[in-house]
């Protein structure tokens, strides 16, 4: 007897000290298409403590993706809390790229775990502000299973075609600006490290007509050459109404910085390309991305248009100045004109700033030093200019080298 009661002990303080030592680990995600990948990267946080889980919420991933979810939030709750490897689960209650925050300060992690494709500086700062360890992990798929995910998954290929940020000038390339004032529209091609939302300024539509050509990645071939036979393919004969501008194809085509002159034409009369390591660097240092919502399916950002040789003018002064001062790497010089790019933008086509937008730029006031919307606007993204920290929600962004 003696020796079961000792047992008994031994059992009873083992247990009390795994509940003092034993950490809360925590994760967040949208788990639409659950997938092998997944169950193998809810494995790996386990061992590090009690698993917790966040689950974006139907509204926050139609907002930051522009798709609804195959599966509902219920669902996926329900799915991931039947996982053996996970110990709760909730729906996040929060909004944007940090929608997961009030759930973790309620769980009260001692750990954060994410694949290495989903963190980022943001997600560290948090942690240390804090108190919470901070892990990335690979993706490692269960023996004899293929890496999976979600992104692979909804497109069926691994798509590693670029996007492109457009910085200053554009809508010079369309004739009916260019016609008042010509100049230069500058273009930043990214890898395809994030999976940017539909109608949200990131050339997504010409990137899926690329598709078509190149349905996993950019050929090697002249650079400016794989851009006009995009710009050609997108703007076919049979095709009728609105052209495609060629600062899409040339941002996603074109390496690195690139302007483009435009002269009451549709396709440039020069293209200038930057590829100084230096210069690349820096703007990853300064210019990052926030999601905001997808362009609203009835919304025309040509309505109201007020397109006068004034102001197509300060379009193309502006960009000239952003070119010179990024050369440079004049960080108020190139903010001043980036700002002063997106004011002329707005000035002729004030439909750009739709409902929405200005509570979206208010957040960024004090925090950045200059914002415009990607594309034609009226939601999308914005693209920051900023100093020191990466500001909270933003993205990174990865320039395309070679």
Known sequence: MAKVRKNCYLCTYNYINY???????????????????????????????????????????????????????????????????????????????????????????????VNTDGGSQVKRDLCKARGIEYVELQRVPEQGLQARSTTALRTGDTCRLPYRIDLAGTWLDQPYVSEHAPGWAITLSLEPTHAFMERGGMATSTRNVAR?????????????????????????????????????????????????????????????????????DWLESHLCIVPMFPRRADCNVLDGKDIT?????????????????????????????????????????????????????DKFRGKALAWKMAGAGAGGHLILVYDGELPLGALPIKIRRN
């Open 309 to 361: 040789p004034a102001k197509a003018k300060a379009l193309a002064d502006a960009a000239d100045r952003c070119w010179h001062a990024i050369l440079a790497l004049d960080l108020d010089g190139m903010a001043k004109a980036y700002a002063d790019s997106f004011d002329a933008q707005v000035a002729m086509f004030p439909a750009m700033m739709a409902e929405g937008v200005s509570d979206w730029i």
């Open 19 to 113: 509940l003092l030592v034993k950490k809360k680990v925590f994760v967040s995600g949208c788990y639409d298409m659950l997938h092998s990948g997944h169950v193998a990267f809810f494995r790996e946080a386990a061992k590090y403590g009690d698993l917790y889980v966040g689950i974006g919420s139907d509204e926050t991933i139609r907002r930051l993706k522009g798709h609804d979810t195959i599966y509902s939030e219920k669902e996926r709750l329900y799915m991931v809390k039947a996982i053996r490897y996970v110990t709760d689960a909730y729906i996040n209650t929060g909004s944007g790229m940090l929608d997961f925050v009030e759930v973790m300060d309620r769980v009260q992690p001692d750990v954060f775990v």
């Open 212 to 280: 078509q050509l190149w349905p996993y990645e950019l050929p090697m071939y002249n650079e400016k050459m794989l851009a006009r036979l995009l710009f050609c393919f997108e703007n076919s004969p049979e095709r009728h109404g609105y052209i495609s501008g060629a600062q899409d194809a040339i941002g996603i085509c074109v390496t690195g910085l690139s302007r483009h002159y435009y002269d009451n034409t549709y396709w440039p009369t020069e293209i200038e390309q930057c590829k100084d390591p230096d210069v690349l």
